[in-house]
């Protein structure tokens, strides 16, 4: 009887070990996910100083490893979340790479963004040229935005969302870094 309380003993404080061991290692902190914007066109123009891409709906966003969270919301939504957070695009303006599909080839031009101005499915943004130089007119083209982890991660995860490959929750968490 003293041999199986003993063994009852045991095998109650090696559970308990386990569990208090299993149940204070450290959580791994989720860093917040930077996401990356794309904005796709049919036509536009630029004079240099400003971009203007026709008919954009919708934005697409996407992250890298590990989280892989993509999607797309609507256009208007991203313009309103533009100056929204204490690193925001307005505070620090996003790089960006506008790719331009012509006859001749394929031009990239490296550009600064700011200001984004949206009248129906017209986006203007106000432009610094960095590198390259964006065709005055052109059709088929995308802007591949330069996210950064303080961006949007206020109302734009909140509900903007219109398609998520993952549950919206994950997207939450993910850019507020929990």
Not at 26 to 54: A, H, R, Y
Not at 58 to 76: C, E, N, V, W
Not at 139 to 153: E, M, N, Q, R, Y
């Amino acid at each position: 009887m003293i041999i199986r309380f003993v063994y009852s003993v045991l095998l109650t404080g090696l559970g308990l070990l386990v569990f208090a061991s299993y149940s204070s290692a450290e959580t791994p902190k989720t860093d917040k996910v930077k996401m990356l914007f794309v904005q796709s066109t049919t036509s536009g123009s630029s004079d240099g100083k400003t971009l203007t891409l026709n008919g954009v709906p919708s934005t697409l966003y996407f992250s890298d490893r590990p989280k892989r969270i993509a999607g797309h919301m609507q256009t208007d939504s991203f313009v309103a979340e533009w100056a929204k957070g204490k690193d925001s695009f307005e505070s620090n303006p996003p790089n960006a790479v506008l790719s331009v599909i012509s006859e001749s080839g394929v031009i990239d031009s490296t550009v600064e963004l700011s200001n984004p101005q949206l009248k129906g499915n017209q986006i203007s943004y106000q432009l610094k040229v960095l590198d390259g130089t964006p065709p005055m007119q052109f059709k088929s083209a995308s802007l591949f935005i330069d996210g950064h982890a303080g961006a949007f991660v206020g109302g734009m995860v909140a509900g903007h969302v219109l398609h998520n490959v993952r549950e919206n929750t994950e997207f939450r968490r993910a850019a507020e870094g929990r």
